[in-house]
Protein backbone atom coordinates (compact mmCIF):
# COMPACT_ATOMS: atom_id res chain seq x y z
CA UNK A 1 0.00 0.00 0.00
CA UNK A 2 1.11 3.78 -0.75
CA UNK A 3 2.73 5.56 2.22
CA UNK A 4 3.15 8.94 2.86
CA UNK A 5 6.06 10.37 5.35
CA UNK A 6 6.02 14.02 6.77
CA UNK A 7 8.06 15.46 9.47
CA UNK A 8 6.54 14.75 12.95
CA UNK A 9 7.01 18.26 13.60
CA UNK A 10 8.48 22.24 12.40
CA UNK A 11 9.13 24.93 14.87
CA UNK A 12 9.05 28.22 13.37
CA UNK A 13 9.30 32.08 14.54
CA UNK A 14 6.59 34.93 14.09
CA UNK A 15 6.91 36.06 10.20
CA UNK A 16 9.14 33.50 9.10
CA UNK A 17 8.48 30.95 6.81
CA UNK A 18 7.31 26.91 7.59
CA UNK A 19 8.00 24.46 5.04
CA UNK A 20 6.22 21.01 5.99
CA UNK A 21 7.30 18.49 3.47
CA UNK A 22 5.21 15.43 2.32
CA UNK A 23 7.22 12.47 0.89
CA UNK A 24 6.26 9.44 -1.10
CA UNK A 25 6.67 7.11 -4.04
CA UNK A 26 6.48 8.97 -7.41
CA UNK A 27 4.42 11.65 -5.65
CA UNK A 28 5.06 14.42 -8.61
CA UNK A 29 2.52 11.85 -10.17
CA UNK A 30 -0.10 12.19 -7.73
CA UNK A 31 -2.45 15.60 -6.65
CA UNK A 32 -1.44 16.53 -3.14
CA UNK A 33 -3.62 18.14 -0.74
CA UNK A 34 -3.46 19.27 2.61
CA UNK A 35 -5.32 19.69 5.50
CA UNK A 36 -4.96 22.23 8.43
CA UNK A 37 -6.12 20.92 12.26
CA UNK A 38 -6.41 22.85 15.48
CA UNK A 39 -6.92 21.06 18.60
CA UNK A 40 -10.09 19.55 18.71
CA UNK A 41 -11.60 21.01 15.77
CA UNK A 42 -12.13 19.25 12.21
CA UNK A 43 -9.50 19.32 9.42
CA UNK A 44 -9.88 22.35 6.94
CA UNK A 45 -8.74 22.19 3.59
CA UNK A 46 -5.52 24.72 3.50
CA UNK A 47 -4.61 23.50 -0.31
CA UNK A 48 -6.10 20.98 -2.51
CA UNK A 49 -4.48 19.14 -6.24
CA UNK A 50 -0.71 20.77 -5.09
CA UNK A 51 -0.92 24.09 -5.22
CA UNK A 52 -4.65 25.58 -5.58
CA UNK A 53 -6.42 27.31 -2.34
CA UNK A 54 -9.81 27.00 -1.10
CA UNK A 55 -11.64 30.57 -1.14
CA UNK A 56 -11.25 31.87 2.32
CA UNK A 57 -7.42 30.62 3.06
CA UNK A 58 -5.19 32.67 2.90
CA UNK A 59 -2.60 33.71 -0.26
CA UNK A 60 0.14 33.25 2.93
CA UNK A 61 -0.53 29.16 2.35
CA UNK A 62 0.71 27.64 -0.92
CA UNK A 63 2.26 24.84 -2.04
CA UNK A 64 4.17 22.84 -4.94
CA UNK A 65 4.83 19.18 -6.41
CA UNK A 66 7.52 19.14 -8.40
CA UNK A 67 8.92 15.54 -7.39
CA UNK A 68 9.81 14.07 -3.65
CA UNK A 69 8.65 16.03 -1.81
CA UNK A 70 5.68 17.88 -2.10
CA UNK A 71 5.96 21.16 0.07
CA UNK A 72 3.14 23.54 2.15
CA UNK A 73 4.84 26.54 2.87
CA UNK A 74 3.21 28.77 5.06
CA UNK A 75 4.72 32.07 4.76
CA UNK A 76 5.06 35.06 7.47
CA UNK A 77 3.64 32.50 10.09
CA UNK A 78 1.04 34.13 12.48
CA UNK A 79 0.37 32.29 16.24
CA UNK A 80 -3.47 30.91 14.53
CA UNK A 81 -1.26 28.99 12.07
CA UNK A 82 -0.05 26.68 14.77
CA UNK A 83 -1.94 23.37 14.33
CA UNK A 84 -0.98 19.70 13.10
CA UNK A 85 -1.44 19.47 8.99
CA UNK A 86 -1.71 16.30 7.03
CA UNK A 87 -1.06 15.91 3.54
CA UNK A 88 -3.30 13.36 1.75
CA UNK A 89 -3.16 11.68 -1.91
CA UNK A 90 -5.79 9.16 -3.97
CA UNK A 91 -3.76 5.80 -4.41
CA UNK A 92 -4.97 4.72 -7.87
CA UNK A 93 -3.51 1.24 -7.30
CA UNK A 94 -6.05 0.18 -4.43
CA UNK A 95 -8.42 2.81 -4.56
CA UNK A 96 -7.98 4.09 -1.25
CA UNK A 97 -7.30 7.80 -0.11
CA UNK A 98 -4.14 8.29 2.01
CA UNK A 99 -3.10 10.21 4.92
CA UNK A 100 0.36 11.45 6.17
CA UNK A 101 1.58 10.79 9.51
CA UNK A 102 1.23 14.98 10.33
CA UNK A 103 3.34 17.46 10.54
CA UNK A 104 2.75 19.43 14.32
CA UNK A 105 3.65 23.32 13.33
CA UNK A 106 4.79 25.13 16.26
CA UNK A 107 5.31 28.85 16.65
CA UNK A 108 7.81 30.02 19.28
CA UNK B 1 -21.03 25.73 1.15
CA UNK B 2 -21.56 22.18 1.63
CA UNK B 3 -22.81 21.31 5.20
CA UNK B 4 -22.45 18.03 7.19
CA UNK B 5 -23.85 17.71 10.57
CA UNK B 6 -23.43 14.42 12.54
CA UNK B 7 -25.37 12.83 15.13
CA UNK B 8 -23.92 12.80 18.72
CA UNK B 9 -21.41 10.83 20.75
CA UNK B 10 -21.77 7.50 21.03
CA UNK B 11 -20.81 4.46 23.69
CA UNK B 12 -20.36 1.13 22.84
CA UNK B 13 -19.28 -2.28 24.32
CA UNK B 14 -16.49 -4.66 22.98
CA UNK B 15 -17.74 -6.68 20.37
CA UNK B 16 -21.09 -4.41 19.55
CA UNK B 17 -22.21 -2.06 17.10
CA UNK B 18 -22.08 1.46 16.66
CA UNK B 19 -23.73 3.96 13.71
CA UNK B 20 -23.16 6.72 13.34
CA UNK B 21 -25.12 9.44 10.92
CA UNK B 22 -24.32 12.35 8.50
CA UNK B 23 -26.56 14.59 6.99
CA UNK B 24 -25.87 16.51 4.26
CA UNK B 25 -27.04 19.41 2.74
CA UNK B 26 -26.68 22.72 0.87
CA UNK B 27 -25.60 20.63 -2.12
CA UNK B 28 -26.56 17.59 -4.59
CA UNK B 29 -26.27 15.13 -1.93
CA UNK B 30 -26.47 12.38 -5.26
CA UNK B 31 -23.72 13.90 -7.10
CA UNK B 32 -20.41 13.41 -4.68
CA UNK B 33 -18.65 10.68 -2.71
CA UNK B 34 -18.91 10.76 1.07
CA UNK B 35 -15.78 9.41 2.81
CA UNK B 36 -15.49 8.21 6.80
CA UNK B 37 -12.32 9.47 8.55
CA UNK B 38 -11.12 8.16 11.76
CA UNK B 39 -8.95 9.79 14.53
CA UNK B 40 -8.10 7.65 17.42
CA UNK B 41 -6.83 10.26 20.63
CA UNK B 42 -3.80 11.58 20.06
CA UNK B 43 -3.23 10.53 16.57
CA UNK B 44 -3.53 11.23 12.92
CA UNK B 45 -6.36 10.86 10.57
CA UNK B 46 -6.96 7.07 8.83
CA UNK B 47 -9.27 6.79 6.04
CA UNK B 48 -11.64 4.02 6.44
CA UNK B 49 -14.09 4.01 3.32
CA UNK B 50 -16.32 6.19 0.77
CA UNK B 51 -19.81 5.79 -0.05
CA UNK B 52 -21.89 7.23 -3.64
CA UNK B 53 -24.98 7.87 -3.37
CA UNK B 54 -28.06 7.31 -4.58
CA UNK B 55 -27.01 3.74 -5.65
CA UNK B 56 -24.52 3.00 -2.63
CA UNK B 57 -21.52 1.93 -4.29
CA UNK B 58 -18.90 1.31 -0.81
CA UNK B 59 -15.12 1.08 -1.10
CA UNK B 60 -13.46 0.19 2.64
CA UNK B 61 -10.11 0.44 3.92
CA UNK B 62 -8.72 -3.25 4.06
CA UNK B 63 -8.59 -2.86 7.47
CA UNK B 64 -12.15 -2.18 8.23
CA UNK B 65 -13.31 -4.64 5.72
CA UNK B 66 -15.78 -7.21 7.21
CA UNK B 67 -16.57 -4.70 10.05
CA UNK B 68 -17.94 -1.75 8.59
CA UNK B 69 -20.82 -1.00 6.51
CA UNK B 70 -22.02 2.30 4.73
CA UNK B 71 -25.48 2.96 3.62
CA UNK B 72 -27.03 6.37 2.28
CA UNK B 73 -30.75 7.44 2.33
CA UNK B 74 -31.93 9.84 -0.42
CA UNK B 75 -35.05 11.03 1.12
CA UNK B 76 -32.89 12.31 4.10
CA UNK B 77 -29.98 13.06 2.67
CA UNK B 78 -28.02 10.95 5.06
CA UNK B 79 -25.05 8.40 5.22
CA UNK B 80 -24.78 6.03 7.70
CA UNK B 81 -21.46 4.53 8.90
CA UNK B 82 -21.59 1.13 11.27
CA UNK B 83 -18.94 -0.33 12.77
CA UNK B 84 -19.31 -3.40 14.48
CA UNK B 85 -17.31 -6.05 16.52
CA UNK B 86 -15.79 -3.01 18.11
CA UNK B 87 -12.81 -3.15 20.07
CA UNK B 88 -10.70 -0.94 22.65
CA UNK B 89 -8.79 0.39 19.89
CA UNK B 90 -11.87 1.61 17.63
CA UNK B 91 -11.94 4.79 19.97
CA UNK B 92 -11.70 7.63 17.90
CA UNK B 93 -13.50 10.72 16.68
CA UNK B 94 -14.97 9.54 13.19
CA UNK B 95 -15.57 12.53 10.58
CA UNK B 96 -17.45 12.23 7.67
CA UNK B 97 -16.40 14.10 4.79
CA UNK B 98 -17.51 15.16 1.08
CA UNK B 99 -15.43 14.75 -2.16
CA UNK B 100 -14.78 17.14 -4.58
CA UNK B 101 -11.90 14.96 -6.16
CA UNK B 102 -10.47 15.72 -2.35
CA UNK B 103 -12.37 15.88 1.15
CA UNK B 104 -13.45 19.67 1.07
CA UNK B 105 -16.17 19.91 3.66
CA UNK B 106 -16.19 17.81 6.69
CA UNK B 107 -18.80 17.41 9.65
CA UNK B 108 -17.66 17.72 13.33
CA UNK B 109 -16.86 14.51 14.07
CA UNK B 110 -18.44 12.02 16.27
CA UNK B 111 -16.90 10.69 19.26
CA UNK B 112 -17.21 6.71 19.59
CA UNK B 113 -16.11 5.25 23.15
CA UNK B 114 -15.72 1.83 23.57
CA UNK B 115 -16.00 0.68 27.00
CA UNK B 116 -17.45 -2.04 29.06
Known amino acids: SYVLSQPPSVSVAPGQTARISCGGDNIGLKSVHWYQQKPGQAPVLVVY???DRPSGIPERFSGSNSGDPATLTISRVEAGDEADYYC???????????FGPGTKVTVL | QAQLVQSGAEVGKPGASVKVSCKASEYTFNNYFIHWVRQAPGQGLEWVGS????????NYAQKFRGRVIMTSDTSTTTVYMELTSLRSDDTAVFYCARELGFPDSWGQGTLVTVSS
Open chain 2, 51 to 58: IKPPRGGT
Open chain 1, 88 to 98: QVWDSSSDHYV
Open chain 1, 49 to 51: DDS
